[in-house]
């Protein structure tokens, strides 16, 4: 089968040594591909490209407090994007440009946008350049082109600030992957996914501290209650039985659904009645572990017929609790055999699935 994108590794080394990536995200959202260049290597030939080639908007996301230091305010009070993407003012360079729309004019303002020396009396608006809003989390926090473009800039090792265009077709409808994939090799650029990226970070970053321990008496006796705070400020916790070690050892990743947790709906068949029966299995085997992974307002403005379902955020969360709680290998309690989020790479070694019976 054809490769159609490349590792987030290649990606970066492209990116830090000023190359355009080609980023995709996800169907569920806009489905969309962007050019992105880092903020301080950007040129007018790279400007120019964008332009020529991608023909879409080009904006520039960076960091809140960057646009803080730099006096940039969002666009609107109230941001009603389906998608969330937060616009600020437009600005221009204040000196060095001339109409502020050429290639070397944007290239400027872009690169005064990356440069820590520059402040806000460098700019002026509005003007030819839309710089973003990245979120604080990165793609952890929200999954889009912007938050993207800030966290590669930061695994490159370059300031937290790029360039990004949407890419278009030639007919001026939005390139889907089979057209990127064409526009990739027609022009020689890397591609990656925001979930790959995502993956990336789950595998790499440290995103958790332990806040707490204590014993807790349940049904199915006394566990000892562990709480950790994540960095993007969620409460996650785990109910551990026994010495954990080398040894492999039940383990379960659940993803907090009030629906099922709490009013037992049967309608959510991947998790009804499966964090209760987990932790009635460890309970058995005496050794083990039950991640509960929450989900802020879980169970709040879900669409009517859309089940939750855990995704690979979840089990990379879970993989790094469970590191943390000094799993190696583990055995896996799941409800469905097979079809786990967590592959390779997150630092544990499943060395069985087992099913969880909860009829």
Not at 105 to 120: E, H, S, V, Y
Not at 182 to 205: C, G, P
Request: charged share 25%; glycine share 10%; hydrophobic share 40%.
């Amino acid at each position: 089968m054809e490769k159609i994108f490349d590792s987030v590794e290649d990606c970066i080394s492209e990116f830090a040594r000023g190359g355009i990536v080609i980023v995709a995200d996800d169907e569920s959202r806009e489905n969309e591909g962007d050019m992105i260049v880092a903020g301080e290597k950007i040129t007018p030939d790279a400007i120019n490209t964008m332009v020529r080639f991608a023909r879409g908007l080009v904006c520039v996301p960076t960091t809140s407090e960057r646009l803080t230091e730099l006096g940039i305010d969002d666009m609107v009070r109230l941001n009603r994007d389906s998608k969330g993407t937060a616009f600020t003012v437009t600005v221009d360079a204040a000196t060095g440009v001339t109409t502020g729309i050429s290639a070397a004019d944007r290239a400027r303002t872009i690169r005064l946008m990356a440069d820590p020396k520059a402040g806000a009396g460098d700019f002026v608006s509005p003007g030819h350049i839309n710089p973003l809003r990245a979120r604080k989390g990165g793609v952890l926090e929200r999954a889009g082109h912007t938050e993207a473009a800030v966290d590669l800039a930061r695994l490159a090792g370059l300031y937290p600030c790029a360039a990004i265009c949407e890419i278009m077709n030639d007919d001026g409808t939005m390139a889907r992957i089979p057209d990127l994939v064409k526009f990739k090799k027609l022009h020689n650029m890397k591609m990656m996914s925001v979930a790959s990226l995502i993956e990336y970070r789950l595998k790499t970053d440290t995103l958790i501290s332990k806040i707490f321990e204590r014993p807790i008496a349940t049904r199915h006796g006394e566990f000892k209650l562990v709480g950790f705070k994540a960095t993007d400020g969620n409460a996650h916790y785990a109910l551990v039985r026994g010495e954990i070690s080398a040894e492999p050892a039940l383990a379960r990743v659940h993803s907090e659904n009030v629906y099922a947790d709490i009013f037992g709906d049967r309608d959510f068949s991947w998790g009804a009645g499966s964090f209760d029966k987990a932790l009635e299995m460890v309970a058995k085997e005496g050794r083990g572990a039950v991640v509960y992974i929450s989900q802020p307002n879980s169970g709040i403005n879900i669409p009517e017929g859309v089940p939750l379902s855990p995704n690979v955020r979840d089990y990379g969360m879970g993989a790094q609790l469970l590191r943390a709680l000094g799993f190696k290998k583990i055995k896996l309690l799941t409800t469905h055999i097979g079809k786990h989020a967590l592959p390779e790479g997150f630092g544990l070694e499943i060395t069985e699935e087992i099913k969880i019976d909860t009829l």
